[in-house]
């Protein structure tokens, strides 16, 4: 059974930073696309980032790129999130994600996803 444990959520303030992490299991996590999403409320579940296998290639919403991070740790079974600069409207649960199949090595489709971590609330304070 796959299973994904997010940590790392809480309060910060604006032009802070925060990490998430999130440890996979029950699977070969290095064959797998990964990503991160975040909802939030009264909105849809949004994409974040995407990194691929090997961590060579990573893909960013447009209104993170330059403040977020997303690497991998192979030898883990985990995945990361830096947040630089973090602003409010970044409030949001986040969801850590791991790709169905490896038909692709980087995946951006929330529809490609099959297996989700329970998510982590961050907060972003003015």
């Known amino acids: 059974q796959v299973q994904l444990v997010e940590s790392g959520g809480g309060l910060v303030q604006a032009g802070g930073s925060l990490s998430l992490s999130c440890v996979v299991s029950?699977?070969?996590?290095?064959?797998?696309?990964m990503g991160w999403f975040r909802q939030a409320p009264g909105k849809q579940r949004e994409f974040v980032a995407a990194?691929?296998?090997?961590?060579?290639?990573?893909f960013y919403l447009d209104s993170v790129k330059g403040r977020f991070t997303i690497s991998r740790e192979n030898a883990k079974n985990t995945v990361l999130l830096q947040m630089n600069s973090p602003k409010p409207e970044d409030t949001a649960v986040y969801y850590c994600?791991?790709?169905?199949?490896?038909?692709?090595?980087?995946?951006?489709?929330?529809?490609?996803?099959?297996?989700w971590g329970q998510g982590t609330q961050v907060t972003v304070s003015s």
């Open positions: 994600a791991a790709a169905t199949s490896r038909e692709y090595n980087l995946v951006v489709a929330l529809r490609d996803y099959g297996y």
């Open positions: 029950g699977r070969t996590f290095s064959w797998y696309g």
């Open positions: 990194i691929s296998w090997t961590g060579g290639n990573t």
